[in-house]
């Protein structure tokens, strides 16, 4: 349990304060509009499922206030800086941004199945009593007189009005049918299948976000759920309930007028709206500097390097940036993690061929003169990530798979620097690198610099600062058979360092408890950009071998979200 609270205390207590807004929230409107006298006659008609209606939508408002603001990349990125002088644990859950974001539209999904559940039982009701299929109190407040169509209390004005009829007619039904058909279609477009094989049905489906806000602020304006309001002298609905003749005739039974709620939605979401329109464009104003290239390279292994200058671009270690290329599509952004260290005058991306855009990216630069400028690009960045605090630790495990090892080429390009400029504000005193691929062509682009900080090391007698280790997933005969010629050789026949390649996986288990015991009293930082499985694997290992005991060892997991 001590492990546990280290490794997750902050964000299981974030999860519960969110959980507990929830519930509270939920409760509060129940029972609001299950007990509350100006919704007596309401309640007559309708019965629980106004509560259940109303409840649902105050979790809404809660929710889609909070929907926004994770996918604000630049607000992150501001907060991350001011928190620079606060502890990594608190700087850790802005690295769980999609996550948390995933987890409000779920919230936001439930909700919406129940809000319209309860009114479609609600108008249901309000139609059959407008039939005087219930009792005469019911028949009689759905057959109240309203010359200024203002004071009832049915909004089925008449036996001609079917439920259908009014759900395609009126504002609240209108609004309803297109929020939740833009919500289906972005939650359902979301799945991991679609969004990794389809990313373009992702993410145009996903814009509809702007008709789905549209509408959840136009929803209220219909005010189909009414109260009774205060008349003068006033209608008491527990004295006059039972004398219907009565109403209008004697002074304690008025006859009762209803007025629709204000809507409040609006208010609720106004803030995250303005903050993402000025993302937006702060994202435009990026898209129109102009970006250069320096040099392109597209390597054996389908990988695509480019080194790219923009004026006033600053990055830090491990951070991302997205991409658009208006030759393929001029609304799509990619996000590719910079594998340039912060003291090169050019930032660049590794581009692997995963899906359509990547695909038609190579496919312009392969077709490109000799000698000639790349395609038009625009720049969204830096935005901040786990990889950011590496150096804040004083030892870490940096673990990357495949094309994920992105972030760390440019953590060891900081390093080499670092060492060849003998900076002395360089705390990290030992790394441990895992790269795991299952194919040799991938090492090619990563060996060189590995080669070179085998070199620096050396030289400067500190052979001990950085111990690699790199794993081959997948291999045919062939290969182990050259492997087997060449096992006495001095270097890797697959990377030609002296390191040699492993293969298979990596033995987790092995590796922590070797890193436990070669630092039995420092804070480790375990960072991953490899695949959730992985993650929930290394996750799993930090809480087992961190120690409750302060002055031991503690791990710290870190993962690249995007």
Not at 342 to 364: M, N
Request: charged fraction near 20%; aromatic fraction near 14%.
């Amino acid at each position: 349990m001590g492990n546990w609270i280290i490794n997750h205390g902050l964000s299981s207590f974030i999860l519960v304060v969110w959980m507990t807004i929830n519930i509270f929230l939920f409760l509060w409107f129940y029972f609001f509009y299950d007990l509350g006298d100006q919704f007596f006659y309401t309640r007559h008609i309708l019965g629980s499922a106004l509560a259940w209606a109303r409840a649902p939508a105050a979790v809404l408002n809660f929710n889609c206030l909070l929907i926004l603001l994770p996918v604000c990349r630049n607000l992150l990125s501001l907060i991350r800086g001011s928190f620079m002088c606060c502890g990594r644990t608190m700087r850790k859950q802005l690295d769980k941004n999609i996550s948390f974001h995933k987890l409000v539209a779920y919230m936001i999904g439930l909700m919406t199945a129940v809000h319209t559940i309860a009114h479609l039982l609600n108008v249901e009701w309000y139609y059959n009593s407008r039939l005087g299929e219930y009792d005469d109190l019911s028949t009689a407040l759905s057959s109240l007189d309203d010359s200024g169509n203002t004071t009832f209390l049915n909004p089925i004005r008449s036996t001609t009005t079917t439920p259908t009829l009014l759900v395609f007619t009126s504002v609240a039904g209108i609004t309803g049918v297109i929020i939740t058909l833009s919500l289906i279609l972005m939650i359902t477009s979301s799945m991991e299948v679609i969004r990794r094989s389809y990313f373009e049905v992702f993410w145009f489906t996903h814009h509809l976000f702007i008709v789905f806000f549209a509408g959840l602020v136009i929803h209220g304006a219909g005010r189909i759920v009414r109260s009774q309001t205060t008349t003068n002298p006033p209608h008491n609905a527990t004295f006059c309930k039972d004398r219907i003749d009565d109403w209008g005739k004697i002074q304690e039974c008025p006859i009762p007028q209803f007025a629709g709620g204000f809507p409040q939605t609006w208010m609720w979401v106004i803030g995250p709206m303005i903050l993402y329109v000025c993302e937006r464009l702060l994202r435009f104003i990026r898209y129109m500097q102009t970006v250069k290239y320096r040099k392109i390279v597209i390597r054996p292994s389908k990988v695509l390097e480019l080194q790219l200058v923009k004026n006033g671009f600053k990055m830090d270690v491990g951070q991302y940036v997205f991409l658009n290329c208006p030759a393929i599509s001029q609304l799509e952004w990619h996000p590719f993690t910079m594998t340039s260290a912060p003291e090169e005058d050019f930032f660049s991306v590794h581009i692997r061929s995963v899906g359509d855009w990547t695909q038609k990216l190579i496919s312009i630069v392969e077709q490109l003169p000799e000698g000639a400028e790349g395609p038009k690009m625009g720049v969204d960045g830096p935005f901040g990530t786990a990889s950011e605090d590496v150096f804040d630790y004083e030892v870490a495990m940096l673990v990357g798979a495949g094309i994920g090892v992105t972030p760390f080429a440019s953590i060891l390009k900081s390093i080499w620097y670092k060492f060849k400029d003998s900076n002395p504000k360089l705390r990290t005193r030992k790394i441990y690198f895992y790269w795991l691929c299952r194919e040799t062509h991938a090492f090619e682009w990563f060996a060189d610099l590995l080669q070179l900080l085998e070199r620096e090391m050396e030289e400067r007698g500190m052979g001990n600062f950085l111990t690699y280790k790199l794993y081959l997933t997948g291999w045919d005969q062939s290969h182990a058979n050259h492997v087997m010629v060449h096992a006495d050789a001095d270097t890797d026949v697959v990377t030609g360092l002296k390191q040699k390649t492993n293969y298979g996986r990596p033995n987790w288990d092995k590796e922590f408890e070797q890193v436990r015991k070669e630092n039995p009293t420092s804070v480790v930082g375990t960072f991953l950009c490899g695949p959730a499985v992985l993650a929930t694997v290394l996750s799993k290992k930090c809480v087992k071998y961190t120690d409750v005991d302060p002055r031991k060892t503690k791990f710290y997991f870190n993962k690249e979200n995007f």
